[in-house]
DNA sequence: ACACAATAGTTGAATGTATCAACTATCAGA
DNA sequence: TCTGATAGTTGATACATTCAACTATTGTGT
């Protein structure tokens, strides 16, 4: 029993990941409002618009993959299926092969509407042009590795 | 109206940024569930962390700052600090210069919560040790200027 | 002083999000 | 065929979020 304490805190603080983690969640943070501005034009909410995201215009996704890809229950998923359906915007289409899955698929008003939020509200921000196109592909690279060291350790929730 | 569609298309596609923002996102909803599932031991939602978060021990902070850190409406933060403050985590102390202002500080045991819900919802994720400390180092000092341009273009919500 | 606008925060209503437990239906394997 | 796992739904509950309307307070211009 040393000095516990203040060698934890020295230990956190020298950790190198932790300014770039930082960061992170502050510019995260930074883009929350322009992005629910750009959402409220479409009369969509975050969540909604993270699902109709995930869905690729002319594929079909389950609903346990919706889920896995949201990071929330099953039954949220439905809750948001309801509501983006109710507006015509997916569908719920049964599977032939298994009659216990759903697939959803973007309704044509799905896939436009899609295609018009994404690019407004899912556009990379302004402040992204304070990098050069060298630094960009630095930065686009770096993330790539992050994202797949996480993939690499975390299994899909979903079976199959 | 030569090829008005393609090109916009192409134009989008040709922006370095997209590649960039696209992963950040994916970064971040890649950890959505470790943060939830460490945020459920402290019986905090995310929203709530985030407040805290904003918090810097022994400081105090007016509650339209937070609500302008937050990027939400100020009876939503009314909401928050209700419950963080029913809590014993914070507490609201009137500002003696300016009668319409609360001051949020936090209290004892919520400094102590803060420390520990920090240290394990907002640690930096594991994926982040695929980088390098050089890589690291680059990765920080690149978001960092993204969030000085965010900073730079966007002046504070609230007033003074 | 006075009227007026702006600011800080609260309240109540309305809607959406999120999780949990319990449930139905279906599939897959011993 | 029994059993357990999976996909999805339902109802209950709690929280988040915004909006409009409101009180209280401060600052400004005349």
New binding site residues.
Partial sequence: MGEPRSKRIADLRDDPRNGAWRLFLDVMLAH??RF?AAL?KF??????AFLLRSLAPGAEI??????SA??????????????LESRGLIE?QS?P????????VLTKAGAKLRTQMLQEAFAPPESLSALTPAELSTFESLLSRVLKAHQASEPD????
């Fill in positions: 929350k409002e629910s409220a009369d969509l909410s975050p969540p909604q389950r609903m346990c993959h919706i889920a949201l990071s929330c229950d099953a039954s949220n998923v439905t809750n948001l299926v309801d509501r719920r599977d092969a298994d009659r216990r899955i759903r697939n959803i929730a979903c079976a199959e």
